[in-house]
Structure formats: C-alpha cells, structure tokens
C-alpha cells in the first residue's frame, strides 16, 4: 500500500522543553490510525504541526510524496490535511445558520464574492451536505443544533476540499454514545473512500470500534505501533503509559484504622456503584485513562459535586459535603487539577496563595495576622524544598515545579484528615515529582492520602495500594508490591467489560 | 528606577501638582482650599469607594450615578411629601442602595447577566423610576402636587445640617459633614479590603473565582455582597448630595457615575497596584479634585474640566495596563 501522509523524524521545542523527539509516522489511505498518549505526550503539537499550525523545529513531512510544509493552516487545508478539533465549537460559529457555516470558507480569500447571496449560499451548501449525506436543516442556528449535529456540519465542511488526509482529534469527548455511533458510521465510509485518517483518542471503546492501526506515543517519542490483527490493546496502553524499569519501588506500608469508608457510590446515573476504603496513614493511587471519572470522584470527595446516590463516612461519621468550605472544614483537602486553572491567585504572592482556605485560621477578629501567614508560608518553603527568594514572591516568577509545591503545601500547612490530590504531577518536572511524593509519604501518618494519577510510573512512585478506575467506577484493586502489572494494565485497558476481576 | 517611578509615579505626580499650584496661584495653599478640595470629591469619591469594592471581585457597577440621585430624591420624597423625620429619611435611603445593590448581585450572580451590561439596565430602570412619583417635577418644600394639593413637608433641620454643618478642626468651622464621611468610609474601605480575610477574599475571587470557590470561598455570596457594598455607598453620597442642595433635585448628579469610575480606575495606577484599591481611589478622586481646583484658580475655564479628567484617566490607564506589567482587568 502506498503511503499517504509520512512524517519523518519530526522535532518540536518551545524553549528548552523538547515536545516532540524524532517522531516518525505513516498514514495509508483507506485505513484508520489511532494514536494514543497521556496529557502532555505530545499529541496536540504534533496534530498542530500537521495542520499548518505550527512549524517543526526539525524533521519533514510529505503528503502523497510531495514534500508537505504548511505554513497556515489555510495552507494544509488546500494541500489536504483538515482536522476536526477537540473543540466541536471551534469549528462553527454560533451565530450563523447552517448553511453559512457549510461554506465559511468561501466568504474568504481568492474568488470570493463580494455580496453575500443568500440563494446562492443555500445552494453551494445543500452540495456540501449531500457530499456526507448529512441531514439538517439547512436554515437552522448553529445553536439549536446538538453537538453531534455542529460536528458535522465541521466535518462536512472539511470534505467539501476532497481530503487525503483526516486529522481527527479526540472527536467524540463531549458526545453521547449514540452521537459517537453516527460519527463512526461517516469515518467509517470515509475510510472506504480512500481518506487516510489519524484518530487521536483515550477512549478503548472508540478504538476498539474504529482502529486499523495503533500508534502509541509517549514523552514525545512513538513508543509502540501495533498493526498485527487482533490488535493489540494492553500492549498499546501500556507502551503509552509507559512502565520503565527504573521506577523507584516503595516500601509498601499497611494503613491503620480507616478514615473514609465509600459505599455503593454512583458517579453518574448509568455507572456501576462502587465501595472502597481508606486508612491512616497510607497513600492511596487511583489510577486510569482520561476521563473516566477520576476528577469527578475527586471532586465528590471535596463537595464540589454531588454523586448521584450512596454513602461516604469520615471517621465514622456520615460524610456528604454540600461545598468545599463544608469539606474543608471535615478536614478534607483537595490539590486540584490544573494549578492555574483551579489553584493559583495569581495576583497573590507566594504566602498569600498559601493562607487562602484558611485564612479563618490565620484571623484574629477577621484581621488577617500577615505575620502568622508568612511564618506558615516560610514553614513550608522549607517543609517541601521551594525554590523561590522569598514568601513575597510573585506565583508567576515559580518554575511549575515549584509552583505546584506551593499548591501542594497550601494544604499541607493545616493537619488534614483526607488528603487528595488530583494530577499533582501534571507539568511538574522529574526533580520536583520526587520531592511532592517522598513528602507526601513521609507525613502521611494521621491522615488518608488519596492520588488521582493518569500515569502508572507515578502511581508506582507513590502508594502503597494501586485501585484502578475505569467508565466511571473503580475496576481493580492491587497492593504496590509485587503486583501483577499485565492483569493492572488489562483493567485500564478493558474497562468495565472484562475488568473488576 | 522603571520600578519606582511605577510604584511612586502618581502620587510624586500630586505632590508636583499641589507644589505648582500653591506657588502659581495665591490662595491654593490654605486650610480653607484644602478642604474646598476635599468637599469637591467628597461625594464622588464615596461612590468611587463603593464601585471598587464590585471591581476588586472582577466586576462593575454602572448603577451607582442613578443610585446616588435616587437615594437623593427618596430622601427628599420622604421628608417632604410622606413628612418624615430625617432619620426616617436616612435609612429609607441605605434600605434603597442596599435593595439595589442586591438586586444587582442576584441579576448578575444567578441570572448570568454580564455586569456592564446587567448595571447599565439598573442604571436605565433607576432613572425612569426615581421621576414616576412625582411625575418627574424636581422636589422641593411647597411644591405642587400631582393631584394639584401642596406638599406639607420640608427638610428637617436634623438633615440639612448633614450638608452645612462644619466641624472645628484647628480652625472654627473648616471640616464640613460630607468630608469627614468620605474620610471615615475611605479608612472602613481600605481597612475592609486590605487588613480583613473577607477582603482578601474578595480579591482571590476577582483574580481567579475558581480558585477561590475550591479554596471554600462562597463566590457568589462575595460577589452579591460586594454590589451591595456598592449600592449602600452610592445612597450615602446621594444622601449627602440631598442634604448639600435641599431639594430633591431631577437635574443633578448627571456626572457622578463617570467621575467615580474616573476616580477608581486611576487608582489602579496609585503605587502601581495594576488593580483596584482602596487607597488608589482615593488618591485617584483626590488628584482630579486638586488638579481642577488649581486650573479653576488659575482661571481655566471650566468647560475644559470634563477634557482634563478624560486626559488624567487615558494616562493613567496607559500607566497601569503598558508600564507595568501585570495585566489587571
């Protein structure tokens, strides 16, 4: 088979941080290739570098053996590589109707017309539906349509330039699964038509659905391709999740008395209960794919959302926190997600970041006492290693290392009785992920310590019992201790199907 | 160097003003000018002080012009048609901007309305209602009814000495009612937003809500509270500006609500704070009050006054937003 698209021996760096390492890749028309990765792997600047949006720092494309270097993503588009982003609103614009946002493209650029033909629009757009065979009305808003529906009106748009090439990039994050099934059905007869396509996903039932092929990427490197038929899943995930040998064991520990106790918890009304319990003085990691429910039981825990029904306690007590303060308050700490999104003040220096949730504590009269706040900031610059010049810093001056310490330390300045930390590796380098987790071990005494990790090496680092979450219930249960990594890597991969073994 | 004329730029820039205009002028440099000064910004400088409160949680309220001349002709309403005390008065006026400012919060907070966009309509709404009950004649004592009687009330002694009385300060009778309230509220303000959790809180949630909310901050409760500290301070300056004209007065306040956004977004540019603050504001309704005085002295004719406060705020805006770096809102 003839090679569509190929990518040889691509390189990208933003400043010193090297993205993409000598990626090297094949497309071949009629045939679907999944790539897959964890948050950070690289799959985004490579699908941007594909599409024209950035430009390679070394290395060289070709589409159908012409040499392929788009500089806009205007560009790529005329050559014949669209992508359908993440986004599905990225891709229409809400406030025009069908019709227009069938033909956006030609409102622009060479040969457009001056005037805006409302008969002519219909026309050019009702060929452009036909194209994918796609059935909506033509003079609906872009906003009465569900998300499936923007979708396609996107991926219709696209295929009106006879593609070779289709990027798609996670497509089916924010749709309902028989959303998904109509999505399948149009790749599908667009792999029939001989369109070369990259799928970029997290999710095993699409890949299951849809993969001809898997390319597994990881820290910038390719780190598998499976295309020997029956596919490979396990391996796949596991060369993207990566299990290096190196990985530091620790010294497994058995909690004490428990502290959480989680019954029959339903995270969403169509996932399997769960139960589960954790006790002082462990560290708990609860590991899996993207997007499988692990923000949103870590949220529960912290009250930010509710679930849907069973129990929780807390030392015995029943626990249902109605809001954060209410959590906080039970001594139930979150380190969230995404720091600058959900952490970081960033008009607030270093100590004040610190002091936010407990800033009752550091009160006399509701005055702020500011020395008792920079003593306890300086206590724990100290306590966790954070290299700054001082507890007036400015956040944004921190590297993210450092800058997740001072999240991090935030909740470990008041004694906790659970404490969770979502992704707190998340754009953390190696030095800094060391520290985070040798400290979190070595005061874990007197509280629950409960990790929410993508990347197993992390939860390998770090507890001392692995639970495995899947579809939005937890589907396996492993001590870090000799544990039986192929059956851990098939519950990630499986899901809900096979796993809970 | 770049970092100290940031953060001592504007009030060096005052000092100069007040320097140059006691030399150029006879007169400015006097206890009797200073607080001529003061009185000027008095009322302005107390809606600048409640519009910075909505500012520091990332919002805005462009209510508080209309509040203010509400409160005013509600406290005129009160005392000369429904003949009420000046107590009576008073409170009917704070129950009005606290009414408002929650109405505010609730549209903006619940309702997902923009703030601009929800206090501009409250701006709309208010100027519109505060002339249905008198079927928009000004109100003053004697004044003619709607349905053709008299109205019996007048403003209570009690009340109009909110606005002539001056206290003994050095010298008798320098410091009237109107200053000593801006300073007072100016000092509560600042000590509110800058000493206290709650204030502090009120930052967090302007500079990064969601932080705040997984902090355990209540962010909408911060944020209804901050309009009605908004709308409270606005019925106080129309409560001052009822007492200092004696009527209830349709044609007043047109300019209050541009001076006080003036004012509190050149405070930004106060000790290059690059975000509202207390302190800010009032230095920054200060150096307007100061700077027109001395043209005014100086016999600047005064239809260039609105020219010289839009050339202040454009500079001190470049001032925070391109010299120093941050990015407030």
Do not use: W
């Given at each position: 088979m003839a090679t569509m698209f190929r990518i040889d021996g691509l390189g990208k760096s933003f400043g010193p941080n090297k993205v993409l390492d000598g990626v090297s890749l094949d497309l071949f028309p009629g045939q679907i290739t999944v790539l897959m990765g964890a948050n950070g792997a690289g799959k985004s600047t490579l699908v941007k570098i594909m599409s024209g949006v950035h430009a390679p720092s070394a290395g060289a494309m070709s589409l159908a053996d012409q040499p392929y270097a788009p500089s806009t993503p205007a560009e790529a588009i005329r050559a014949g590589v669209v992508t359908v982003h993440q986004n599905?609103?990225?891709?229409?614009?809400?406030?025009?109707?069908?019709?227009?946002?069938l033909t956006l493209d030609r409102l622009t650029g060479r040969g457009a017309h001056l005037f805006f033909n409302r008969r002519r629009n219909r026309r050019e757009a009702a060929e452009v539906a036909a194209g994918l065979g796609l059935d909506v009305d033509l003079k609906a808003d872009i906003a009465s349509l569900s998300l499936a529906d923007r979708q396609m009106v996107g991926i219709a748009r696209a295929m009106a330039h006879a593609p070779k090439v289709m990027i798609l990039d996670e497509p089916t994050s924010s749709l309902s699964s028989s959303e998904a099934e109509r999505l399948f059905a149009i790749i599908s007869r667009l792999r029939d038509e001989g369109v070369a396509i990259l799928y970029i996903s997290h999710r095993m039932s699409d890949i299951r659905r849809l993969a001809d092929r898997i390319v597994s990427l990881r820290d910038g490197r390719i780190t598998g391709t499976f295309?020997?038929?029956?596919?490979?899943?396990?391996?796949?995930v596991n060369a993207m999740l990566g299990r290096s040998a190196e990985a530091t064991a620790v010294s497994v520990?058995?909690?004490?008395?428990?502290?959480?106790?989680?019954?029959?918890?339903?995270?969403?009304?169509?996932?399997?209960?769960?139960?589960?319990?954790?006790?002082?003085?462990?560290?708990?990691?609860?590991?899996?794919?993207?997007?499988?429910?692990?923000?949103?039981?870590?949220?529960?825990?912290?009250?930010?959302?509710?679930?849907?029904?069973?129990?929780?306690?807390?030392?015995?007590?029943?626990?249902?926190?109605?809001?954060?303060?209410?959590?906080?308050?039970?001594?139930?700490?979150?380190?969230?997600?995404?720091?600058?999104?959900?952490?970081?003040?960033?008009?607030?220096?270093?100590?004040?970041?610190?002091?936010?949730?407990?800033l009752d504590r550091f009160s006399f009269l509701s005055v702020v006492r500011k020395r008792a706040e920079r003593e306890a900031a300086r206590r724990q610059i100290q306590n966790l290693a954070i290299v700054c010049r001082g507890e007036r810093d400015m956040m944004t001056t921190l590297s993210g290392g450092n800058q997740q310490k001072v999240m991090v330390g935030r909740w470990m300045s008041q004694p906790s009785r659970l404490f969770i930390l979502d992704e707190p590796f998340q754009g953390v380098d190696i030095a800094a992920r060391r520290d985070i987790a040798a400290k979190l071990r070595a005061n874990a005494q007197g509280r629950a310590t409960l990790v929410f990790l993508t990347e197993l090496d992390e939860a390998l680092e770090t507890a001392d019992r692995i639970l495995v979450m899947s579809e939005h219930t937890i589907v396996g249960e492993h001590r870090n201790e000799r544990l039986d990594i192929d059956r851990l890597l098939a519950e990630v991969a499986a899901g809900a199907m096979k796993g809970a073994a | 160097m770049a970092n100290i004329l940031i953060r001592y730029g504007f009030l060096a820039l005052l000092v100069a003003l007040v320097v140059f205009f006691s030399v150029a002028t006879s007169g400015f440099a006097s206890p009797q000018a200073a607080v001529f000064i003061f009185q000027s910004v008095a009322i302005t400088g107390i809606l600048a002080l409640g519009v910075t409160a909505t500012l520091v949680v990332g919002g805005f309220d462009l209510s508080i012009g209309s509040v203010a001349t509400s409160a005013m002709m509600a406290a005129a309403y009160a005392m000369i048609v429904l003949?009420?005390?000046?107590?009576?008065?008073?409170?009917?006026?704070?129950?009005?901007?606290?009414?408002?400012?929650?109405?505010?919060?609730?549209?903006?907070?619940?309702?997902?309305?923009?703030?601009?966009?929800?206090?501009?309509?409250?701006?709309?709404?208010?100027?519109?209602?505060?002339?249905?009950?008198?079927?928009?004649?000004?109100?003053?004592?004697?004044?003619?009814?709607?349905?053709?009687?008299?109205?019996?009330?007048?403003?209570?002694?009690?009340?109009?000495?909110?606005?002539?009385?001056?206290?003994?300060?050095?010298?008798?009778?320098?410091?009237?009612?109107?200053?000593?309230?801006?300073?007072?509220?100016?000092?509560l303000i600042w000590f509110f937003l800058e000493y206290t959790r709650f204030g502090r809180m009120m930052y967090a949630v302007g500079s990064n809500p969601r932080a705040a909310e997984l902090a355990g901050a209540p962010v909408k409760a911060y944020k209804i509270w901050a309009y009605i500290i908004s709308g409270v301070f606005a019925s106080i300056g129309g409560i001052?500006?009822?007492?200092?004209?004696?009527?209830?007065?349709?044609?007043?306040?047109?300019?209050?609500?541009?001076?006080?956004?003036?004012?509190?977004?050149?405070?930004?540019?106060?000790?290059?704070?690059?975000?509202?603050?207390?302190?800010?504001?009032?230095?920054?309704?200060?150096?307007?009050?100061?700077?027109?005085?001395?043209?005014?002295?100086?016999?600047?004719?005064?239809?260039?006054?609105?020219?010289?406060?839009?050339?202040?705020?454009?500079?001190?805006?470049?001032?925070?937003?391109?010299?120093?770096?941050?990015?407030?809102?």
């Open positions: 599905i609103n990225d891709g229409v614009v809400s406030s025009l109707d069908v019709a227009t946002n295309e020997q038929k029956p596919l490979d899943y396990e391996g796949a520990r058995d909690g004490g008395k428990p502290i959480l106790t989680v019954s029959d918890v339903r995270l969403k009304p169509q996932a399997a209960p769960f139960s589960l319990k954790l006790h002082d003085g462990e560290v708990v990691a609860i590991t899996g794919l993207v997007g499988v429910g692990k923000t949103q039981f870590a949220e529960t825990l912290f009250g930010a959302r509710r679930a849907v029904s069973g129990e929780m306690t807390l030392d015995g007590q029943r626990f249902a926190p109605s809001s954060p303060a209410d959590a906080i308050r039970a001594g139930v700490f979150l380190v969230a997600k995404d720091r600058a999104e959900s952490g970081i003040v960033a008009d607030f220096n270093l100590a004040r970041n610190i002091s936010l949730p407990f | 003949q009420q005390n000046a107590f009576v008065a008073v409170i009917f006026c704070l129950a009005i901007g606290a009414l408002v400012g929650l109405v505010n919060g609730l549209i903006i907070v619940y309702m997902r309305v923009p703030d601009l966009l929800a206090t501009l309509g409250m701006m709309f709404l208010l100027l519109g209602l505060q002339r249905i009950p008198t079927e928009g004649r000004s109100i003053a004592a004697g004044m003619t009814m709607p349905d053709g009687s008299t109205a019996q009330g007048t403003f209570s002694p009690a009340f109009m000495a909110i606005g002539r009385h001056r206290f003994d300060f050095f010298l008798p009778d320098l410091v009237p009612v109107s200053v000593v309230v801006l300073l007072i509220l100016a000092v001052l500006l009822a007492a200092r004209l004696g009527r209830g007065d349709i044609a007043s306040g047109n300019n209050l609500l541009l001076d006080a956004v003036a004012a509190a977004l050149i405070g930004y540019a106060v000790l290059g704070a690059s975000k509202p603050n207390a302190f800010g504001t009032a230095i920054g309704a200060l150096f307007v009050g100061v700077l027109l005085q001395g043209l005014t002295m100086m016999n600047v004719p005064y239809y260039t006054q609105d020219f010289v406060k839009g050339a202040v705020l454009v500079i001190a805006l470049i001032f925070t937003f391109s010299l120093s770096g941050r990015t407030a809102r």
